[in-house]
């Protein structure tokens, strides 16, 4: 029953998913079509160039398109591995100064006491630093980036779409601009973006909503207009065993890995 229901809710969003991947792609060949056919009908030469510019510049958004759809569902082998989570943040700081350039002051702090999370490091890291490039987007890179792990107890129904359980938390925080309650409650869409064309692709969140749910866990956001944002990754703990009841204190043991 509860299966089925996933299933159908599967379809009912990949159904949306396709339905607006084909509608732009149409509004995109509409304007190939319209141009190549108003370049046939224009006497000179300078209006020919401009319909065929503006044809050839359809046809490239449809090719972009397609490439972002190909890059969203290709299937990358996957390894995944036990994960220690204040590793898995601090080797990434290089990078995370590098790439956001020096207006944004990157802070780690952890809170974890040794648990583990089990996953595809590369796909954590590309999670990672999907969160920290649209922090420095709202933030015009200039502010604070606060990256915290921490382990959370969660009782039934305290997340949206995970059970009850042992989670890791990543939490990326910022002092950007912040969020409406309109936008936050379309982050997860694919292709959703309020970003200029060719800056955003609207898949950052979507595949990080993909990618936790896959694992098992679940993603919040926090957000205001001008309050900057957190968005919480909760992942599974990852026990050795098989999954048995959840301990009953906070395991103390230094990380072995
Ligand atoms: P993209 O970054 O390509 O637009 P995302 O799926 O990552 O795609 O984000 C979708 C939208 O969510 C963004 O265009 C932006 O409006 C909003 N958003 C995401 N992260 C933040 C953030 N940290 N602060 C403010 N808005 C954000």
């Given at each position: 029953q509860e299966a089925?229901?996933?299933?159908?809710?599967k379809m009912d969003a990949l159904g949306q998913l396709t339905g607006g991947i084909a509608h732009d792609f149409n509004n995109m060949l509409a304007v190939v079509l319209g141009g190549l056919e108003l370049a046939r009908r224009t006497e000179t030469r300078d209006d020919m160039m401009r319909h065929l510019d503006s044809a050839t510049e359809g046809a490239q958004r449809a090719a972009a398109l397609t490439r972002r759809l190909l890059m969203f569902s290709r299937e990358e082998a996957l390894a995944p591995e036990t994960l220690v989570p204040r590793r898995l943040v601090e080797g990434m700081r290089d990078l995370l100064d590098r790439t956001l350039g020096d207006g944004v002051k990157v802070t780690?702090?952890?809170w974890t006491t040794g648990w583990t999370l089990f996953g595809d490091r590369t796909q954590m890291e590309n999670a990672i630093l999907n969160l920290a490039v649209n922090a420095r987007d709202a933030m015009d890179g200039r502010g604070k980036l606060t990256i915290r792990t921490a382990e959370m107890r969660m009782g039934p129904h305290a997340l949206p779409r995970a059970e009850a359980g042992d989670y890791v938390v990543l939490s990326v925080a910022?002092?950007?601009?912040?969020?409406?309650?309109?936008?936050i409650e379309r982050v997860f869409e694919p292709f959703f973006t309020t970003k200029p064309a060719g800056k955003g692709t609207g898949l950052g969140l979507s595949q990080i909503f993909g990618l936790v749910g896959q694992m098992g866990g679940d993603v919040t956001i926090q957000s205001a207009p001008g309050k900057g944002t957190t968005v919480s990754l909760y992942l599974p703990r990852h026990t050795d065993a098989a999954p048995a009841k959840p301990v009953e204190s906070p395991p103390t043991a230094p990380d072995t890995q």
């Open positions: 089925k229901l996933r299933q159908v809710q780690v702090e952890d910022d002092t950007g601009e912040g969020m409406t309650p309109e936008v």
